[in-house]
Every structure is written in C-alpha cells, then in structure tokens.
C-alpha cells in the first residue's frame, strides 16, 4: 500500500522548493509607470499644448488636452497589468485542490501545497495539480489539449518508475501535466515537477518574457508629431526674432511667435489617433468583438500573416460522428436518420451512460440528433480498455454486448478472415487519410449464464466504422477566403497529427498544404525557418515554444502577424504577434488576457470584419492627417502674413485657439465616421515598412493647403489694400480660412477625384460637424461678446458672397490638383 510522503517531509520540500505556482516577477510602479509614459513625445505635445494654453487663460483647451493625456496614461497603466493577470489566470489554472496520500492517509490541500514526490489520488473529472507519472490505474485518459492543442484525449499507462522527459501529448506514456483534465478512469500518480518547473510553468515564464509588440502606427505617428512639433518651434522662433527685429514691438513679437507655433503645433495628430481607436472598439464591440488594445484594430488591417490555431479555432472543439462505413458499403457516408440509426444506437450503448470522454460523448449526440430512443435496462458489465486491448464493451440487461474501439483489435476480437480485414483496413485507411479519428463498432446477444471475465470469449460481430472529427466551424471557409482576397496568408499551426491538420486545412480552404513539422523545425535554424515558412500553409506537431518561434520567425521575415487561439500553449505567441486574437467563449482565460482582441461569439469571420475596419480606419486615419497637415499650411501663413507684408495682426492666440475647436471634430469625428472605401477588402496589405504619410502624400497635403493659403491671402491683402478697416479685414479673412478648411475636409473625404465625392455617401455626423461649424461662423458674427473677443466686425453681403464664390473655386483648383497628383 502507498503511503505517501510523511507530514514532514511535505513540509521541508515545501520550503525548499516554494509553493507550487507560477514565479511572480516584479512590476513597475504606478510612478515609474507615469515617468515612462511622459517620455512619450505624443504625450509630451498633448502636456506642452495644454501649458501654453493655460498660460494664455484658454482652460477649456488645456483641460480637453490634459484629459487625453490622462486617458494615456490610464491606457498604458490597464496594458501593464494585463501580463499580471493572464500570470494570474494560469496559476489559477495550474493549481487545483488537490487529493493526496500522506503518512498513509488521503488529505484535500490547496494545489499550491503540492510538492515532489507526492502521491496525487486523480478521478474523472479532477484536474491535474502538478507534472508526474501514473504509478497506478487502468483506463486513464486525459485532455491535454490546453498544453498541445490535440481535441482528443490521450490514454495513460502506469509505470513503476519515473520515465525520461516526454512532451504532452504522448498516447500510452506515463507523463500527466499540470492543468490537464483527467476525462476518464482513476489512479495514483507520483509528483515530479511542480510551480515553474512544470510545461504550464514553463508556458508561464515564456510569457512573462515576451514583450508586447509596439503597433507599427504607434511608432510612426510619433516620428510625424516629432517632426512638426520641431519644425512649429523652429518656425515659432524665427517669427519672434524676425518680427522683433524688424518691428521692434518684441510683446507683440511673442504674441505672434505663440500664434505661429499653435498654428503649427499639430495636437490634432494624437487626440485623433485616440478618437479612431476608442470609436473603432466601440463599432467592433457592437459586432461582439472585444478590443483590449485598440492599436491592434489598425494593426490588424495591416496583417499580412493570420496564424491560426486549429482545435477550438478553426473547429468547434468537440467531436461529432461524421461518417459510418458498413462492410457491404463502397464508401463511408454521413450520418442519415433513415440507415444509420441502429448504429448510433449501438454506438450509445458501446459508450457510458454518463459520458465525459469527448468521443462518447459524440456517440451520445449522434444518437439524439437521428432520433434514437434512450437505452433501457442497466449496464450488467464493463469490459474496460486494457493494454494491448484498445477496446471497451458493456453489457446490457436488455439482451445486447457493444464494443467499441481500434478497427484491428476489434477485427481480432470479431475473428474476420482475410478479405474482411483486408476490407475494413482499406475503408479505415481512406477515412484516416480525411483526418478522421476510425473507431469500429461490433456487437453480439448477450450469453446465457454467467458473463465471461474475457471480452475474446463473447462472440461479436462487426458492424461498421465510425469516422469521428472536431468539425470546422461554419464561418470558416468564407473568413479564409475573404482573407485571401485581402492578401493576408491563413497559415494553420497546430499540435495536432500532419494528416489531420492538413485535412480541416482543406476543409477551410487553406493554402498551400505544405507541411512543417515540430520535429523538422528543431532542425532549422532562424534564417532557414524565416526561408522555410514562405511556402508552409500548415504547421504540425507544434509545442508551445515552437509556436512562438514560428511567429518570431515570421516577424523576423518582415510579416505584419495576427494569431489567433485560445488555449494555454497559445498564449506566449497571442502577445508576442503583432495582433493577438483570442476566443472568448471556448478560450481560456490565459489565451483572453494575453490578447489584444477577444471574439466573444467564438466567430472565426468576425476576424475579417475586424480587417476591414482596420482598413477603414487606416485609410480614413491617412485622410484626416493630410487634412491637418493641409490645414494648418492657410493658418501658418496667415499668422506669418502680417510679418511678411506690414499688416496688422490677424489671427491671434485667441482666433487660433477658436480654429483648434473646429479642426478637432472635424478632422477626428468627421473623417472617423467615413466607410470604408470600396477596394478595401480586395486590395493587398500595405507594405509593413511604408509609413503613414509617403513623400507624395505630404506634398499633396502641402500643395493643398498652399492653394487654400493663396486664396485666402490674395483675399486678407486686397481687402486690406482696399482701405477696409481692420476688424472687418480680420474678420473677412477668418471666415474665408475656415472656408477653405470646410472646402479641405471635403475634397480630402474620399479618395477618388470626382465632384460626386464631396458630399456622396455623407452620414449624419458630417451633416452635424458641417452645421455646427456654420452655426460656430454665425455666432463669430452676430453674437456682439464673441464679435467683441475676437475684434471682429458684422461683414457685408458682398464680402459673404465673395467668401462663398472663393470657396468654389478653391473646390475646382482642388480637384483639379487631385486629378494631377492621381495621375502621377
């Protein structure tokens, strides 16, 4: 009899070894968190925008930019702790009470008191607290499909001693693994590793070690902000000395010299980048997908590479019979209420009536869904599987003996002759070939008299083979190929068998078939697996390590990579993808936490409509940046105008800080609410290393915004050339420049070049931005404290029509100049 480890000893290798849990490294601290953020120049601009509002008493302005500054770094605290909680969610995981043999008794502890050398007591149902060996026990099977992603469960075999070091997985191998699921049977097992020693552990600490990768818009908005935050302050300085030097006024030099730098300050860049993120979540929550880290929205319509798990994936997890053979049948069908109900009964009673084992529980199913009756009577006996004997039969009160199990044990058992062997080995080898599990089914009338102790002294007959699978999920096929046509590669990586990877990669649509393999990969170094991976469709046999190198691998190709899974050993490569996506519904918690976006529905097609929002926002994100870079060329030119040709001042702080207030809606809540442009879904990923705004896009934007400046300029000049006084030239040329910036959010709303594209397809938020923005210029003119604030006089009828008709032919010049800059 066993008796365990003594109280003793349990307690000085619990010293020694620690508790059984995952190591918990060390975390920042909210204020080193805090200091990390503010080294964000994104964030510094917002922080530099609110000062020199503040300091120009604007607290409306500084409050709205502070309060985006403080949603970064609320952001970037929430991503801190989601390594801390996936940790959290696998120790919880990997340690269960526990049922365990000490000084002779058996005692319940937590997992996390389990040490080497224990002796764990496992039943169905319990999940494994920590590694080790089966000592005792028939029957057992266990799911690992947490650490391997294989849907079937695996027999166990007792051994006297502790085996070598094998991978999870393994059919009839000793080895049990912390956070696997015994599924059937009972035992005694012997402890060998436990904490971050175990293959969860291991999981674990790779986990720990990966970095989130930084979203590619991330990085190159912050060069774009960067760069302009440079060149305001350039401009901003050389403005003061200039108009101090020549004018010697040195205050209103400063004044200028603030009005010039806010003109080129380009604030709007980060608060719409968070606009588009926040409302990109908001619109994929609606279609039950979950985004925990909203640059991944982006990201993922950059994908060039979508690595997909298969079990719980790209299958339902679950297995279902999906195709019978009897031995008078030329090939295996589906299953059909009208011929194959008598062998989903058979089924039934060949399985427990209480089933757990996923297969069984296919045979259940099966049943119910052709309509079968439930069993009568009482099962009278249990041939169990047996070693050398993968079969399991029950005998019923009601008369009958089913068996279950291998097609060459039962053909053994059921005494075919050659040609009815020959028979059911082909029909099991074309349906293995289909990536079906081939289980046999056989029969005979239960025996007068006692049962005999030998399944081998009952006279059964065979039946038929059962093809059983984890069916793709529906909204498989039609996902792959909409990723297809967007360019994105669907690549399969999974620890399931070769043949079975390839047949659901089939099933899906995936492309090509080539397969690599877990024990070819170890034999390739990075760069021969980087070369290796640009014909490969389907990955088997692949461990968790594997997995995440794969992915590296990828990266290290230069693929923008999106993953998806929901299992434990899926999650060290969901964080470290470019665009983690994980399942919601069948995933673990492990899988959920290390991702970036969460399909709550489990639905595999949600993925592209992701996709195509990344893309909206892409192309909708590069309209909106050409629009503030357009329009802040008319602003900066009309805060240099009076410098350069002796007029008064005409935009002040104040008049830019009221411009802000219309550029902000408009170029984030305005170019957010566009759809997505026709060719959006059919059209190759951008290339990963092409940045936000190409040389040519920022020339048109610049070349834009000149021809807007010209207007407005050639109109402030000869109205001032004209003898108007100055408020009414002041105010005349700020109607036109807001003018001119309504006429750039048009032209830039969509990509084509035709007129139609103006105002086609204009939603209600458009409508509301144009309307506010006009209901804003009314109030500028007839609402006499504002008129006042802004040192502006009520303009006549003829200045409003001149502004209206400028505002025409700048539509013309604009779409004349998109025409040329198309054909370029």
Known sequence: MTTGLTLAEAAARRAADGPNDLPRPGTR??????????????????????????????????????????????????????????????????????????????????????????????????????????????????????????????????????????????????????????????????????????????????????????????????????????????????????????RGDWLQAVLAGIALGMAMLPEEFPVVLTVFMAMGATRLSRQRVLVRRAAAIESLGAATVLCSDKTGTLTQNRMAVVALWRPDDTQAAAPDGATHRDLAALGRLASPPHATDPMDIAFHTLAADLGVPPATGEVLHLYPLAPGQPVMAQAWGSGTVAAKGAPEAIARLCRLDAAASAGMEAAAGAMAAQGLRVLALAECALPAGPLPDALSALPLEFRALVGIADPLRADVPDAVRGCQAAGVRVMMITGDYPETARAIAAQAGIAPLETLTGAELDTLDDAALSRRLAGIGVCARIQPRQKLRIVEALKAGGEVVAMTGDGVNDAPALKAAHIGVAMGGRGTDVAREASAIVLLDDDFGAIVTAMRLGRRIHDNLKKAMGFIVAVHIPIAGLALLPLLFGLPLLLGPVHIALLEMIIDPVSALAFEAEEAESDAMTRPPRAPDSPLFAPAQLAAAVLEGAVVLALVAGFALALWHAGLPEPAVRSAAFLALVAGLLVLMLVNRRLGSGMATLVGGAGRVLALVLASVLGLLAATQFVPPLTILLRFTTITPALALAVGGGALLAIVLLQMLKRVMAAR
Do not use: C, N
């Open 29 to 246: 601290g909210l204020p080193r968190i805090i200091i990390d953020v503010l080294k964000e120049p994104m964030l510094a601009l917002l922080l530099g925008g609110g000062l020199v509002y503040l300091l120009l008493g604007e607290r409306t302005e500084a409050l709205v930019l502070v309060a985006f500054a403080g949603l970064s770094i609320l952001i970037t605290v929430v991503q801190e702790q989601r390594t801390e909680r996936a940790l959290a969610a696998l120790r919880d995981l990997a340690s269960p009470r526990a049922l365990v043999i000490r000084d002779g008794q058996r005692q319940r502890i937590a997992g996390r008191d389990v040490v080497v050398g224990d002796v764990l007591v496992l039943g169905e149902g319990d999940r494994v607290p920590a590694d080790g060996w089966l000592l005792q026990g028939e029957g057992l099977l266990a799911d690992e499909s947490l650490l391997t992603g294989e849907s079937l469960p695996v027999g166990k075999q007792a051994a006297d001693a502790a085996p070598p070091p094998a991978p999870p997985g393994g059919d009839g191998l000793p080895q049990l693994y912390a956070g696997t699921l015994v599924v059937r049977g009972a035992g005694l097992a012997q402890v060998s590793a436990t904490g971050a020693a175990t293959h969860m552990g291991q999981i674990g600490i790779m986990l720990a070690t990966v970095d989130t990768e930084v979203p590619r818009l991330t990085l190159q908005t912050r060069r774009l902000v960067l760069w302009f935050a440079g060149f305001g302050l350039a401009a901003s300085l050389l403005a003061v000395l200039l108009y101090g030097l020549l």
